[in-house]
């Protein structure tokens, strides 16, 4: 129902955006946000944003580089990511949380998944 893509290998500084394509048109009235998970490392939260677009929530190691926005028209979710770092590698999930009221930056809270898109920067 989520599927994301648009990861890749890149140069630490360059840039790469990611897409989230929903299936069902009800994801977009509900916050979506995005994840990562480096090998060896827990699952951490990089941005999410609402429904309107208008609330949007950014780990502090990525803000500033990365833009997260949403097309509710095309059911999808967007994750622009500038002056990239090899740190920031690793595999990228989009999700969709359904039942709270305000962003949260804990995965527990998001409902779907996506499959996962894999990043790579190289130094």
């Known amino acids: 129902q989520l599927q994301a893509s648009g990861g890749g290998l890149v140069q630490a500084g360059g840039s790469l955006r990611l897409s989230c394509a929903a299936s069902?048109?009800?994801?977009?009235?509900?916050?979506m946000g995005w994840f990562r998970q480096a090998p060896g490392k827990e699952r951490e939260f990089v941005a999410a944003?609402?429904?309107?677009?208008?609330?949007?929530l950014y780990a502090d190691s990525v803000r500033g580089r990365f833009t997260i926005s949403r097309d509710n028209v095309k059911n999808t979710v967007y994750l622009q990511m500038n002056s990239l770092k090899p740190e920031d590698t690793a595999v990228y999930y989009c999700?969709?949380?359904?039942?709270?009221?305000?962003?949260?930056?804990?995965?527990?809270?998001?409902?779907?998944w996506g499959q996962g898109t894999q990043v790579t920067v190289s130094s």
């Open positions: 944003v609402s429904w309107s677009g208008i609330s949007i």
């Open positions: 999700a969709v949380d359904l039942g709270s009221r305000q962003l949260s930056d804990h995965s527990a809270e998001y409902d779907f």
């Open positions: 069902r048109r009800t994801f977009s009235t509900y916050a």
